[in-house]
């Protein structure tokens, strides 16, 4: 079992940036400024003797959506967790995102992990721990809550809300310090189609308002193509694809454009004779 502080650390509510961090083979540097540009060459990561990630080249501008899509298995968790500097590479460079020294970063899993004996306020200013007194967490705390619909519930406890509103708190807890580099990883898994969807809304709505860099891992290909500027398909352990997506905002399902990105990046993802099989079984 993880200890609390540990599961606080991963969710997110300490800055990564104050934890120790093994020594590897890859360099570490920090790159400056309100968002966070992230670049990548080379990358690798093993995990006893086997290789998860091989040579990983990207390039993520500062401010951009990126969806990464995939098989289980694939290295998309293991290529967020690298990011935010919770796993060290075995080889290869990473610039920006949350490693030692580099951008303020916030991690969103698919459990909301809020804390029970917590209010929903008081989950969301845990986000700010350390920071100023406790009046303007709070404050910045309710702040928070509003911009995801939920300031009405400020004083409820994690227990009577639904699970999108168990996340829409966890999203509120990990933008109230307006990070410049946020991590979801399947974030949305949990929930119904609706809610799903409105979410997906909300998540857009507060990353156009702040314009931190955003790195989503999802195993719903329209949901790569609503949200994201860019989809990256990893298959074992290589970028297959790297594909943009121009569609304009807000995006409508069901389009011509949007069909087609779906298309190609399934196409991609199981290739011809894996979709025929499929449709066969249908």
């Known amino acids: 079992m993880m200890s609390t502080e540990r599961l606080l650390h991963l969710e997110g509510l300490t800055r990564f940036g104050d934890a ?118 709070l404050r910045a705390a309710r702040q928070a809550l509003t911009a995801v619909g939920l300031a009405d519930r400020a004083g409820e406890w994690p227990y009577v809300l639904s699970g999108g509103q168990r996340q829409r ?15 979801l990883d399947e974030p949305l898994g949990a929930l119904d189609a609706l809610t799903r969807m409105t979410m997906q809304a909300l998540i857009e709505r507060v990353w156009r308002d702040q314009g931190f860099t955003a790195a989503f891992v999802t195993h719903d290909v329209g949901e790569a193509v609503a949200l994201a500027d860019r989809v990256v398909l990893l298959d074992e352990g290589r970028v297959a694809l790297d594909l943009p997506v121009a569609l304009p905002r807000p ?32």
């Not at 087609?260 to 449709?279: M, N």
């Open 20 to 137: 120790d961090h093994a020594q590897s083979h890859a360099k570490v540097e920090k790159r400056p400024g309100r968002n966070t540009s992230i670049s990548i060459r080379g990358l690798a990561k093993s995990f006893d003797g086997k290789t998860v990630l091989k040579g990983i080249d990207l390039e993520i501008p500062a401010g951009q959506f990126i969806a990464i899509v995939g098989k289980s298995g694939c290295g998309k968790s293991t290529l967020l967790r690298l990011l935010l500097g919770l796993e060290t590479p075995t080889s290869g460079t990473i610039i920006g995102a949350g490693l030692r020294g580099g951008a303020h970063a916030r991690f969103i899993f698919q459990e909301p992990r809020l804390l029970p004996w917590a209010t929903v306020e008081g989950n969301v200013a845990v986000g700010l721990s350390g920071l100023g007194s406790r009046r303007e967490r």
């Open 169 to 183: 708190v966890s999203l509120a807890r990990a933008l109230v310090s307006h990070p410049q580099f946020l991590a």
């Open 251 to 282: 995006r409508r399902r069901g389009t011509p454009g949007f069909a087609a990105l779906e298309k190609k990046i399934l196409d991609s993802l199981f290739g011809e004779s894996d979709l025929a099989e499929l449709s066969s079984v249908a």
